[in-house]
């Protein structure tokens, strides 16, 4: 068994690096960037609110009539 592998021995897992520093610095630059990234997208989201907001009322609308 001289300069082989010992069968027995568990397998071994990925090491895990370890960061300096604390752990809500991390996450609060994470959340600013992903807001960042949200708030380009903020126009488009509205309209599509809109319209959806819109056409329920439309639909509502209808229904009344219908009535």
Known sequence: MAGQ??????????????RKGHKVDRIAAEKRANTAKLMEKMPEILLDYKKRRWEKKMKDEDKAKER
């Open 5 to 18: 592998d010992w069968l027995y021995d568990p397998e071994r897992k990925e090491m895990k690096t370890k």
